[in-house]
Nanobody
């Protein structure tokens, strides 16, 4: 099993920045993909950004140029640097890890991000 714990959420004014972190523990296989998803009230969960163990990244169009995903394979952590935040970025942000070999998917409990003046 893999456990994911997110941190770094909070309340920030429009235009501000936050840095989310995801710490993974447990039986972690080397080749995996980590990602950040978000879900706003009344909306479906959506991909924000993902990164493979090799460093390849994918971003949602809505966050390109504002958010940056990174990871530290040695520490089994992933981060999401969020700049120029907008009210529409308000959501519960989840960390996800997928084991590429087995296909198993693990989710964290989520961390709330609220962008408001």
């Amino acid at each position: 099993q893999v456990q994911l714990v997110e941190s770094g959420g909070g309340l920030v004014q429009p235009g501000g920045s936050l840095r989310l972190s995801c710490a993974a523990s447990g039986k972690i296989f080397t080749i995996n993909t980590m990602g950040w998803y978000r879900q706003a009230p009344g909306k479906q969960r959506e991909l924000v950004a993902s990164i493979t163990s090799g460093g390849s990244t994918i971003y949602a169009d809505s966050v390109k140029g504002r958010f940056t995903i990174s990871r530290d394979n040695a520490k089994n952590t992933a981060h999401l640097q969020m700049n120029s935040l907008k009210p529409e970025d308000t959501a519960l942000y989840y960390c996800k890890m997928q084991n590429i070999r087995s296909g198993n998917v693990y989710w964290g409990q989520g961390t709330q991000v609220t962008v408001s003046s």
